[in-house]
């Protein structure tokens, strides 16, 4: 925020996040994810103390929002299915060592193969391992289900 701004705790034309999302029929959660995802920027700004605003001029009503969390909802899916794909990469390498130790039982087994063991899990970072991916899946899902939770929420579907 640039020093010649009005603070917006001062200005009228500015309200809480939490006023705003009074306005527009939503809990408070659903706006700080849409900020936090920088979905919804136009008229978002930060007190000095980093305190959430919202021009008035710029609350989103409630379809918006449901829009903007369908969106995220909707992306937030492929990356999902992306993280999936990786997963079954990783199974099929897997599976082709597997096949492999089978063929020549007195030859190395393959680093995929020694890669899935909970010996080998130190490397949850690396979406090339089994467990990063599953890690990286874990991860993924559970802000899929954030944002399933709010887009039921916000469609009042329970």
């Avoid at 936090?36 to 918006?64: C, D, E, F, K």
């Avoid at 794909?85 to 099929?92: A, G, H, P, Y």
């Avoid at 030859?107 to 970072?125: N, Q």
Wanted: with cysteine; hydrophobic share 40%.
């Amino acid at each position: 925020m640039l020093s010649e701004e009005v603070d917006p705790r001062e200005n009228p034309e500015y309200v809480t996040l939490s006023s705003a999302a009074k306005e527009c029929g939503v809990r408070v959660q659903v706006l700080q994810e849409l900020v936090a995802a920088r979905a919804l920027v136009n008229g978002v700004v930060r007190s000095r103390r980093g305190h959430i605003y919202m021009h008035v001029a710029h609350a989103p009503s409630w379809t918006q929002v449901e829009q903007l969390v369908l969106a995220l909802y909707t992306d937030q899916l492929g990356v999902v299915d992306r993280r999936v794909r990786t997963l079954e990469t990783e199974v099929e390498a897997i599976r082709f060592d597997v096949n492999e130790a089978q063929q020549d039982l007195d030859g190395p087994l393959g680093d995929d193969l020694r890669g899935a063991s909970l010996f080998h899990s130190y490397d949850r970072e690396n979406a090339k391992t089994l467990h990063g991916a599953f890690a990286k899946l874990q991860t993924d899902v559970m802000k899929l289900e954030a944002l399933k939770r709010h887009l039921t929420e916000v469609r009042g579907v329970y």
